[in-house]
């Protein structure tokens, strides 16, 4: 056959071929219109299949033409009034633009962002009058993530539905104005009954939407919440979509199936410097990454007036120059204006000169200014689209200009970005053009402008948002308190261990196994791992409970039958999360905050290296403090020296220090069992039953040790546990010659209740103090400071641990896992100087006898420094300290370990 072909003219080839393509395009018609497009994909990929058997190998084709994956014929009417809506969007977009020219006139250099929302106020004014469910409907409300630039134009809306002053829009980024003010960017901390969700460091709004989505299925397949029609939307920028957050977690959007996910790229092609990919084109670029990862993909690329140009190129030649053409060409077309255009673009190819000689400069100019996400109707045919699609998530990819409607000083510039000012003639020109009612004589003040209650304009505005459940965004707390476990529940962990070995890390895991037996608070459990369950010894309770999967579990796993079986199931309650710190900490933002977005309080426990907390995802966790979220961080396997082995990347001596920089973040370093019980039960009460904005971070380590009893009396100790510090261990030697006050945490504790006894041989009785945070001690501390610096004409208080030391005899020795710097932070509010020991620097791959040297925090270390404190007081002979040294082994001239 193939001979048989080659044999033929040049001539009969290419008319053979021509009648083949006939057939087949006819062919495919024939289905397309007498079985629908379901059918005709069936048929293809099945053409694909029996191509790929006979050797013929398809290259992947990631992009579609660079034109609306809708075509016009396929669009549904649109269902709103478009002039009314666009008349919306003037004073939408001028009360915006007012708002941050007025800041940045009475506070020069106060910030704010222009051109965002001016390219996307078709975007989202399409989503709030059609689409986006408000409270009122439940749990078929959606979850929107807002574009934390675009945050003037939120607030504008806010302003014409009424809910918003015009006081508090004057003071926009002015947020301690006696009247107030308005957060620069969403802000649930700040604004906790307007803004959902904190967006505007770059990636991880994104990224949290995917897990919020995947949450809300996890809810729904465990039956804590209804099956619903909500979606989660993100609206995000071009640019943003360099952050790896984004991109890299588009695989489990895909995996799980999650078509409750809506993501709005805002493709203005400009970034804060300029274009985002200047030499290339950045839609077809993101639909590649997408369709690649398994997204439904929708490009919204071209307005209505570009409709009967495509419809007469019958041979594709506006398709063709639209792929040769690079974003920087259409940022520098819009600058230079419509005659630039037609010698440059159409100019390009005789056809399409010819294409649009017709067409006057005004023409030319509205059709190079309307891309498809400055088209309602477009974006409105885009959004019905994902909200019906299933299977997949969808991403909306809506080709803009920056600084749309801005005039020449914004509109389409590099400059964009950066522009907080209009001039008088700027503003006047941009009035005029939105046809707002101001006159000329005002508009030095900027004035806002809201019609009457009862124009036209705000009636729609209301009523379409009364019709979709009410305003979004909008944040309110609705949940029911939980019940806190009784003292009963705990008391195995008050007894210790009688003498057996056990970490701290196997303690937690024993109390999170109790709690999820527990008959109320069991099923609001949410285990969260990042794939090091088998190290944090959690096997048992993937057995107990199971590993969350949508689709259950399709396989029989090796261990079928043990008592430790990897069990996966729809109604699995652990997340396991893979090796993703950032998704984990998604997950846990999700379970944290689900009282406020789905009534449902949850309490997760985030189980992770401590050393992978802080250090890599310290963004999260600070969005997870902005965001109101509840809920247990375990920084397991902590400690420098705790964790032997493992080396510089691993070993954490950090954690607790980074911490500190969290306000609502309330940080724990327990030692022992009971220590962790009470901790655990104490957070339960503070977040769940009291409803308290505040999330823990409690490090455990993985060293075995003798879980000791609780001392007597209990509450007093239960109250030193919580406020950071209680005394342990009083010294026993009577008639000492010199005293001291030991402080130790975490499982250097150890070490200081063994210095303890070796400080008896040389006279000095030492009392023992567990330091269980640093960070209560402190923040107590400064406090109580500011009160007394604030108050000088009263009697001054004492912080906490001041009362408790004020008559505690001798020199004060702290040692921990982590640096120096956390009993350091107490300097100036204690009786006397506190010596500190600690692990500044880096870690090392040894033993944790080997490492607890190495860093100078072992019974030794203390021993030594206990002795050259006394000495430094004039209470003991050097020539002691000096011996001491000798005899206890210890290196006088080992290098300082933060330099090695």
Same mark, same amino acid.
């Given at each position: ?73 396929? +669009? ?35 910030? /704010? ?12 004014? #399409? ?27 939120? &607030? ?7 809910? *918003?002053? +015009? ?13 107030? @003010? ?59 979509? =360099? ?25 203005? *092609? ?36 570009? =409709? ?96 749309? %409607? ?92 009688? %003498? ?65 079986? &990897? ?10 999360? @893979? ?55 375990? /920084?397991?396997?902590? /400690? ?21 920089? $969290? ?10 069992? &009971? ?18 904005? #505040? ?115 001798? $020199? ?11 009993? =350091? ?76």
């Amino acid at each position: 056959m193939i001979a048989r072909r080659a044999a033929l003219s040049p001539e009969e080839q290419r008319l053979l071929e021509r009648i083949e393509d006939q057939e087949w395009l006819e062919s495919l018609e024939y289905v397309l219109e007498s079985a629908g497009p379901e059918r005709t994909r069936a048929l293809l990929e099945l053409l694909e299949r029996h191509a790929l058997r006979h050797g013929v190998a398809l290259p992947f084709v990631g992009n579609t033409p660079l034109t609306n994956t809708i075509p016009a014929e396929q +669009e549904m009417p649109y269902p709103g009034d478009l002039e009314l809506e666009a008349r919306i969007r003037n004073l939408i977009r001028w009360n915006a633009v007012a708002m941050v020219v007025r800041a940045n006139k009475h506070s020069d250099g106060i910030g /704010g962002h222009l051109a965002t929302y001016a390219s996307a106020a078709e975007l989202f004014e #399409v989503g709030f009058n059609h689409f986006f469910r408000g409270r009122e409907k439940g749990f078929d409300r959606d979850l929107v993530y807002i574009q934390g630039h675009a945050s003037p134009g939120i &607030y504008a809306r806010a302003f014409l539905e009424g809910r *918003l002053s +015009e006081a508090q829009l004057r003071n926009f980024r002015r947020e301690l104005k006696p009247e107030g @003010g308005l957060a620069s960017y969403p802000h649930p901390w700040l604004m906790p009954e307007f803004w959902e969700y904190p967006t505007v460091s770059m990636g991880l709004g994104p990224i949290m939407s995917i897990y919020q989505a995947r949450f809300m299925r996890y809810l729904e397949h465990r039956g804590l919440k209804p099956k619903s029609s909500a979606k989660v939307w993100a609206f995000i920028g071009d640019g943003e979509t =360099d952050e790896p957050e984004i991109l890299g977690a588009l695989r489990v959007a895909a995996r799980e199936r999650l078509d409750n996910l809506i993501w709005v790229v805002n493709c203005n *092609l400009q970034r804060l410097d300029g274009p985002v990919y200047g030499n290339g084109q950045v839609v077809q670029e993101l639909e590649r990454i997408f369709r690649g990862a398994g997204w439904n993909v929708i490009k919204v690329a071209w307005g209505r007036r570009w =409709d009967a140009l495509l419809a007469r190129d019958t041979e594709g030649r506006l398709l063709k120059r639209f792929a040769e053409t690079v974003d920087g060409w259409w940022q520098k077309y819009v600058a230079e204006g419509p005659r630039f255009f037609r010698e440059h673009f159409f100019g390009a190819d005789p056809k399409l000169a010819e294409l649009v000689q017709d067409l006057s400069d005004a023409d030319l100019e509205a059709l190079l200014r309307d891309r498809g996400g400055h088209d309602p109707t477009k974006v409105y045919a885009a959004y019905r689209a994902a909200v019906e699609h299933r299977g997949q998530p969808t991403v909306i990819l809506a080709h803009t200009i920056k600084g749309y %409607g801005l005039g020449a000083v914004a509109e389409a510039r590099n400059v964009a970005h950066q522009v907080k000012k209009l001039d008088t003639s700027a503003l006047r020109e941009f009035r005029d053009r939105l046809q707002i009612p101001v006159p000329d004589e005002a508009l030095e003040e900027v004035p806002f402008y809201r019609p009457d209650p009862d124009s036209p304009e705000i009636r729609y505005l209301r009523e379409r948002r009364a019709a979709l459940g009410g305003f979004v965004p909008k944040r309110e707390v609705k949940a029911e308190p939980l019940p806190v476990p009784e003292e009963a529940f705990f008391e195995e962990f008050y007894k210790g261990t009688g %003498g057996r070995p056990v970490s701290t890390t196997m303690a937690l895991v024993r109390i999170i196994a109790k709690l999820l037996r527990h008959k109320e608070l069991g099923r609001r459990v949410v285990p969260i791992i990042p794939d090091e369950g088998r190290t944090f010894g959690m096997e048992a309770l993937v057995a107990q409970v199971g590993i969350y999967s949508p689709v259950g579990q399709r396989y029989e796993p090796p261990d079928a039958g043990s008592l430790l079986v &990897y069990k996966e199931a729809q109604d699995g309650q652990i997340l396991e999360e @893979g090796i993703t710190e950032a998704g984990a900490m998604s997950s846990f933002i999700a379970a944290g905050t689900a009282h406020t977005n789905y009534g449902i309080p949850m309490i997760p426990f985030y189980i992770y290296y401590s050393m992978f907390g802080f250090q890599r995802v310290g963004d999260l966790i600070w969005a997870a403090g902005d965001s109101r979220a509840r809920g247990f961080l375990i /920084g397991a396997t902590a /400690g420098r020296t705790t964790l032997a082995g493992e080396g510089l990347q691993h070993q954490d001596g950090h954690s607790h220090v980074a911490a500190l920089t $969290v306000p609502n973040l309330v940080a724990y370093d327990p030692a022992f069992a &009971y220590e962790i019980a009470v901790i655990i039960q104490d957070g339960l009460r503070r977040m769940y039953h009291e409803g308290e904005d #505040v999330f823990y971070y409690i490090t455990v380590g993985n060293e075995n040790y003798a879980q000791p009893e609780m001392p007597e009396p209990r509450e007093t100790v239960k109250e030193g546990i919580l406020k950071g510090l209680y005394k342990l261990r009083a010294s026993n030697l009577a008639d000492a010659k010199h005293r001291a006050q030991l402080f130790g945490s975490g499982a250097i504790l150890n070490e200081v209740l063994k210095a303890q006894e070796l400080l008896e041989a040389y006279g000095v009785a030492a009392d023992v103090w567990s330091v269980t945070s640093y960070k209560n001690l402190y923040r107590d501390a400064v406090e109580t400071d500011r009160w007394n610096r604030l108050h000088p004409t009263e009697a001054p208080r004492l912080p906490y641990a001041a009362q408790v030391l004020k008559d505690a005899p001798g $020199v004060f020795v702290a040692a921990s896992d982590y640096m120096k710097l956390l009993p =350091d932070a107490l300097s100036g509010y204690l009786p006397k100087r506190m010596h500190a020991l600690g692990t500044d620097g880096f870690g090392r791959s040894e033993a944790r006898a080997e490492l607890r040297d190495h860093f100078e925090v072992d019974a030794r270390h203390i021993t030594v420094a206990t002795l050259a404190a006394l000495a430094r007081e004039g209470e003991l002979d050097p020539k002691v300290v000096e011996q001491a040294i000798q005899k206890l082994g210890v290196d006088p001239e080992k290098p300082d370990p933060v330099k090695l």
